[in-house]
C-alpha cells in the first residue's frame, strides 16, 4: 500500500510539475485561432474581441517557432532550424505584462521564470533586462530542436511602438509577432526586416 501511495504522490507531482513548466503542451486552439496558426501567408492578422485568445495564441505560436516544438496538428509556417524573432506591443510595460508574461511566467516573482508558454528546460542563460521598465525583458535565448535533436539557439527581442520607427531598422528576421496593429512608418520597417528570408514572415 506504501508503495502504491507513493507511487500516486510522485505521478500527481509530475503532473504538477508539467501543467507549471510545460504550459504549450497543453495549448488547444479553438477554430479561428486554428485557422489562423495554419495559413500559410507572409503576413497574418487575427482580429477578434477582447479576452478571447488573441495575444495567448501568439504567445503559443512564437513559442512553437522558438523551440522547434511544434504539435500534431500543425500545419503552419515550420522552422527546421533556431530563428531570430521579435515581439512588439503598444510600450514597454504593456509588452511587459502581455507577450512577455505569456511566454515567460510573471515578472518580478521569483522562480516565476518558464511559467509561461516557453518550457522550463528550453531558457538558455537568464534573460537579458531592458532599460526603463522594471522587469521587462530585452531578450531571451532559448534552445531549439528540430525533430528533437538540438539545433541552435533562437533569440527573441522584445520591441515597443513608442520607441519610435529608428528601434526597428537593421535586423534581419525570421518572425515578427505584433501585439496589436503598429503604426504604418512601423509596420513598413518591420516588413523590411522579413524581407531577404524567403520563408520570413509577421503575424499580428
Known amino acids: 500500500v506504501t508503495a502504491e501511495l507513493d507511487q500516486l504522490i510522485a505521478s500527481l507531482e509530475f503532473a504538477v510539475q508539467r501543467k507549471t513548466y510545460r504550459k504549450l503542451d497543453f495549448y488547444e486552439p479553438y477554430a479561428k485561432q486554428l485557422e489562423f496558426h495554419n495559413k500559410l501567408t507572409r503576413e497574418r492578422l487575427l482580429r477578434a474581441g477582447n479576452q478571447i485568445g488573441k495575444t ?20 503552419g509556417h515550420r522552422f527546421n532550424r533556431p530563428v531570430h524573432a521579435w ?9 511587459r505584462d502581455g507577450p512577455q508574461t505569456l511566454l515567460c ?13 516557453i518550457p522550463l528546460d528550453r531558457f538558455l ?36 511602438y513608442d520607441q519610435g520607427r529608428l528601434k526597428f531598422q537593421t535586423a534581419t528576421l525570421d518572425v ?3 501585439d496589436e496593429e503598429p503604426p504604418e512608418d512601423i509596420y513598413t520597417e518591420i516588413l523590411a526586416r522579413i524581407a531577404s528570408k524567403p520563408d520570413g514572415f509577421v503575424f499580428i
Open 56 to 75: 495567448y495564441a501568439g504567445a503559443a505560436e512564437m513559442a512553437f517557432h522558438l523551440t522547434g516544438e511544434y504539435p500534431e496538428w500543425w500545419t
Open 125 to 160: 542563460d537568464k534573460p537579458s533586462l531592458s532599460r526603463g521598465v522594471t522587469d521587462a525583458f530585452d531578450m531571451i535565448q532559448i534552445e531549439h530542436r528540430t525533430n528533437g535533436i538540438i539545433d541552435g539557439v533562437s533569440t527573441l527581442n522584445f520591441k515597443s
Open 176 to 178: 515578427v509577432w505584433c
Open 105 to 117: 511566467g510573471q515578472p518580478g516573482v521569483e522562480g516565476s521564470l518558464s511559467t509561461g508558454l
Open 87 to 95: 515581439v512588439a506591443g503598444e510600450g514597454a510595460s504593456l509588452t
